[in-house]
């Protein structure tokens, strides 16, 4: 049985710690933790807790995550623009033995060769605003989620292979 502790971090200095990363130039979460975070903010977040116990507490704001997407997303202008990315969860030897994501990951291909995982679908407007997402497993087309992705936008999509639809006007 697994014990589940209190935190002494909120759930908005979570937020707010996990929105900042994606502000900032770090590539990496856990460089971004270790050399910024535990260095530079410790004042502002007195009850910082270890870079491990930090991951363990993500998952709790997910659905708050969630919420404040569809707060910020961007309008649509009539010019958007889909494209996706791969979600590498191990590498390609070690696939047999995976079981983290058994049943959810799949084995899927991209221009840099082939990969086990999932992939980002993102929908972003001329401004760079994001529209819509979708995650799915990594052998699905990059063109199945499109239509579910573009049902509420209008005027013109675009992909990697260029043009791809006139899309409904807006109602």
Not at 8 to 34: C, D, G, P, V
Not at 111 to 136: C, I, P, Q, Y
Request: aromatic letters at 14%; charged letters at 25%.
């Amino acid at each position: 049985m697994k014990r589940s502790r209190r935190t002494t971090l909120s759930e908005s200095e979570i937020i707010t710690i996990i929105i900042h990363f994606h502000q900032s130039n770090y590539r990496t979460f856990k460089a971004y933790y270790t050399e910024y975070v535990q260095v530079h903010l410790r004042s502002e977040f007195p009850t910082l807790v270890s870079y491990n116990r930090f991951v363990e507490l993500m998952p709790r704001v997910g659905l708050p995550l969630f919420a404040y997407f569809h707060y910020c997303k961007g309008d649509c202008s009539g010019i958007s623009f889909v494209d996706s990315t791969p979600l590498k969860v191990c590498r390609n030897k070690r696939i047999p033995s995976y079981r983290v994501f058994d049943g959810l990951a799949e084995r899927g291909k991209t221009s840099m060769g082939w990969f086990f995982g999932f992939k980002l679908h993102l929908v972003v407007n001329d401004r760079g605003e994001l529209l819509s997402f979708a995650l799915t497993p990594g052998n699905v087309d990059d063109r199945k989620p499109a239509p579910e992705m573009a049902k509420d936008l209008f005027g013109k999509l675009f992909g990697d292979r260029g043009y791809i639809s006139v899309l409904l006007q807006k109602i």
